[in-house]
């Protein structure tokens, strides 16, 4: 399948199109990639406060079994322990709960620094190379022709007609119009190569049809 086009300048804005599409989507990336670790750089507190929770409970939990353990007192001395140690989850959650806040307020940066400005671009460039790809094989089809078949010519002659620009047309061989309006084989090469010269294309086998 035909993916770029035969004429040299038309295919260099092809592939300098593409790159640059390329070399914008790895850009962005990289800018993602940088924001997310510094992002990331905000759950450390987050982590500290848990693992101090984490200890608090602990060492509280510990104090009160080793508490329960005493005698008649055991149990009023085992409930101030085991108020601390519940607390120390409390901490341990607060702190763990901020640290996956910002664990996902990095995710949506990275992909939002990456899904809009190469989204962006990507609309702009989508339409306008599959607008070319549908429009070359169209005209490969018309210019293959088939057994027994010449080339299409007067599809494309017509086409230039429609949408050629005024200036274009203009310098053409004087009588042109008419030539086309009669089937004058020049004329039909004269119009069909400027549509060709506008997709970037060139006839099979060679052949000139400017």
Known sequence: MRLYADRPDHRTRQLVADLGLVAWAVLWVLVARSVHG??????????????LGRSISDSMGTAAGAADGMPVVGDELAAPFGALSDAGHSVTGAGEGASDAVHTLAVVLAVVLVLLPVGWLLLRWLPWRLGWLR???????????GPGRAPE????????????PLPQLARLPAGTGAGWRAGDPAALHALAGLELQRLGLRPPGGQSVE
């Open 38 to 51: 510094a992002v990331l750089v905000l759950a450390e507190p987050g982590l500290a406060v848990a693992d």
């Open 135 to 145: 429009e070359a094989r169209a005209t490969d089809r018309l210019l293959g022709g």
């Open 153 to 164: 010519l007067e599809l494309l002659a017509a086409r230039a007609m429609a949408t050629a």
